[in-house]
């Protein structure tokens, strides 16, 4: 069997060459006589793979000295928690922007900690634009200002950094993390669930401004705690070792495509394919604010969706898998990462194309 074109939006397609690399070293990890996965995390080998993947992320993101990386388990999804819990500090408020399902997720948890203040929300038009931030609410005594760069349910993107006027500025990068050049500097932390863009699931990346380490409330699960994490180089138990090793794999062959610049060119090239196909054919529809348009998820909807399970399974007979969209959504989504070859693109265009000629 051959594989198949994985438009999935997480776990997500990881590069063919890493899986290569992986299976090539699943017994005996360069002599060791072990796999990755029977090794000590506090044993040379384990650590040799740890500190590369953390120089290896540094410098194809240009994470400075200033910044801790930090490899902690939970998924995004505990961020939610972790976040305020250390970032609250002696104040009471942080601000919120809503650009949809993930960024609700992560207001839904912080009202457990403190008060947010929801500085602007777009769920008056369905999640389908980025609110103007000259409107946005903000109030200067927030701990932080958390947004979500990429909603990758609504396939929804900023295409800016938002000023956070001196506030930290906290983002969560899972599904657009790597995808494209960022400037660090300008936030106080950003974290990824990696099964997007970085590896298989099980980890998350973390990189936290330092000086906002050891704010973290008494009552804090020392799990959560990221003082505890930064000072035990993320060992404080037991990391999620093979996907820590997976994500250091996936780290080099970005490096070998030549970076996030490179990739960033890549992900605009294979985006504006897909959307100007959708746009030029009456045959399918994407709500999107074109401005805001998400580079790694594309949701699209058949003008009669009486043909959904029709154009799934024609899909699926041609090996371009997993594109009906999220179940509180609808539709279809191609999510296009990374890891996704431009000729995957170019498959799923042809396949629309002759669906709309079959079917229109
Ligand atoms: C996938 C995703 C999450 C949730 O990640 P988990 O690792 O499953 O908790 C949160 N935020 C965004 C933007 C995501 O894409």
Known sequence: MSRAYNFCAGPATLPESVLVQARDEMLDWRGTGMSVMEMSHRGDAFVEIAETAEKDVRELAGISDDYAVLFMQGGASSQFSTI??????????????????????????????GNVNVVASSEGNGFTSIPDQ???????????????????????????????????????????????????????LIYAGAQKNIGPSGLVVVIIRKDLLGKARKETPTMMNYQVIADNGSMYNTPATYSWYLAGLVFKWLKAQGGVKAMGEINRRKAEKLYGFIDANEFYVNPIDPRSRSWMNIPFILRDEALNNAFLEGANARGLLNLAGHRSVGGMRASIYNAMPEAGVDSLIQYMTEFAKERG
């Open 84 to 113: 305020p819990l250390n970032l609250l500090g002696d104040k009471t408020s942080a601000d919120y922007v809503n650009t949809g399902i993930w960024s609700t997720k992560a207001i839904a948890e912080a009202r457990r900690y």
């Open 134 to 188: 000259a409107s946005w609410q903000t109030s200067a005594d927030a701990a932080y200002l958390h947004y979500t760069p990429n909603e990758t349910i609504g396939g929804l993107e900023f295409d800016f950094v938002p000023d956070s006027a001196g506030v930290p500025l906290v983002a969560d990068m899972s599904s657009t993390m790597l995808s494209r050049p960022v400037d660090v500097s300008k936030f106080g």
